[in-house]
């Protein structure tokens, strides 16, 4: 089992509707959790840091349920230049130097 | 002035060669790291590097060999380049991994080195 799951999609959106999606991760000891965007043939970027009480920057919305162990990403009214693939990123354990483990992302294509 | 930087952008090499890719980083982080990326686009760690030491090295074939030859440096070289080898290899860093408050350390990403074994 993968430590980090995300259903790949494609999440065909229109412009201006809203997404949602999942992310669920296998360490129950994990302490950190956070989105990432990566557009095609470029890096992975920072999206935003998921905090326990669930947080919102702007359209995005991210929330985590540590009993069900997973994290979820809302984007409102979405734009066009939203089209990415978003990567669940989950960072830590019970030792210090605890790696970020990636999913292999959602891909979202928002229409016009 | 980029942050995080790697070279070459692209590597075209045949089975069997040696190659190098090199990543600086102008930050004045800790921590650094190589990602692997294979064509599922799954995001893999190789290694970490803090303060030039080796603090996590995957189940990585030891014809991987990471060097840091100093904090803003992380050099990964190749041997004997296999086909499945062909990936982009990302190098990353954060400001220092293992201390409190570090839980929400962003990972700053190089614009990655597509490399492709013929």
């Known amino acids: 089992r993968k430590e980090v799951e995300q259903d790949p999609g494609p999440f065909n959106v229109p412009e201006g509707a809203t997404v949602a999606f999942n992310c669920t991760y296998s360490?129950?000891?994990?302490?950190?959790f956070f989105w990432y965007r990566q557009d095609c043939r470029k890096e992975p970027k920072l999206l935003m840091s998921?905090?326990?009480s669930g947080n919102e920057d702007g359209r995005f919305t991210a929330q985590l349920n540590r009993a069900s162990q997973y994290i979820s990403l809302l984007i409102r009214d979405s734009k066009l230049s939203d089209s990415a693939t978003y990567l669940c990123?989950?960072?830590?354990?019970?030792?210090?130097?605890?790696?970020?483990?990636f999913g292999a992302g959602t891909q979202v294509v928002v229409t016009p | 002035d980029t942050a995080v930087s790697q070279t070459p952008k692209y590597l075209v090499t045949q089975m069997g060669n040696d190659k190098s890719i090199k990543c600086e980083q102008n930050?004045?982080?800790?921590?650094m790291y190589w990602y692997k990326q294979d064509s599922k686009k799954f995001l893999k760690i190789m290694f970490s590097?803090?303060?030039?030491?080796?603090?996590i090295n995957e189940t990585v074939p030891n014809r991987f060999s990471p060097k840091s030859p100093d904090k803003a440096h992380l050099n990964l070289h190749i041997n004997s380049l296999e086909l499945g080898d062909s990936a982009v290899y990302f190098c990353?860093?954060?400001?220092?991994?293992?201390?409190?408050?570090?839980?929400?350390?962003?990972?700053?990403f190089g614009p990655g080195t597509r490399l492709t074994v013929l």
């Open positions: 930050l004045g982080h800790d921590t």
């Open positions: 990353a860093t954060d400001p220092k991994s293992g201390v409190a408050g570090a839980r929400y350390n962003e990972q700053f």
């Open positions: 590097y803090n303060n030039k030491e080796l603090i």
């Open positions: 990123v989950v960072k830590g354990g019970l030792d210090s130097w605890g790696k970020f483990q």
């Open positions: 998921v905090y326990s």
């Open positions: 360490n129950s000891a994990s302490q950190s």
